[in-house]
Every structure is written in structure tokens, then in C-alpha cells.
């Protein structure tokens, strides 16, 4: 189990979620930097921070990425 899951199932009863970096919400989905930052330009959720830089919350992100999912299958090639 990764220390990403343990805070996950940790954060759970609470109603809360992990807010996540670019480079982690990067190594959950094996996306690129690039992907990521098409993701937000298509309104993919941030979290607010007091502090420079962005944060995701994961439960947002999955949520947005299942609603979008269908969009970017769309236009992927098939072989």
C-alpha cells in the first residue's frame, strides 16, 4: 500500500480528501506535466491554497476526470 493510499484511508471517515501535488496527481494518473496542465485549461478542479504553487483534491479530480473521460477517449487514435 502506497503512503498515498494510507492517507487516503485515513482521510476517509472524515469526509476529507488529499489535497495532491502536480507531480503527485501526475505519478497517480502517468500523465505528464503537459496532460495536467491541458487537464486545468479544461477546468479540471484545484483545490484553493494560501501559498504559490497548485493542489488537487483527488475525490474532484476523479469525479472530473470520469465526467471528462468520455471526451479524451473520443479523440484518442485507435490502432
Keep these: 500500500m502506497s ?6 484511508d485515513t482521510l476517509r ?3 476529507l480528501s488529499p489535497l495532491l501535488t502536480t507531480a503527485q ?6 500523465a505528464s506535466n503537459w ?10 478542479p484545484l483545490a484553493p491554497t494560501a501559498f504559490r504553487g497548485r493542489r488537487f483534491d483527488l ?13 479524451a477517449q473520443s479523440r484518442r487514435p485507435t490502432a
Excluded: F, S
Design 3 to 8: 503512503n498515498l493510499d494510507e492517507r487516503i
Design 13 to 15: 471517515p472524515t469526509g
Design 25 to 30: 496527481l501526475m505519478a497517480r494518473y502517468g
Design 35 to 44: 496532460t495536467v496542465n491541458r487537464w486545468v485549461q479544461k477546468g479540471c
Design 59 to 71: 475525490a474532484k479530480v476523479e469525479e472530473w476526470h470520469a465526467e471528462n473521460a468520455t471526451d
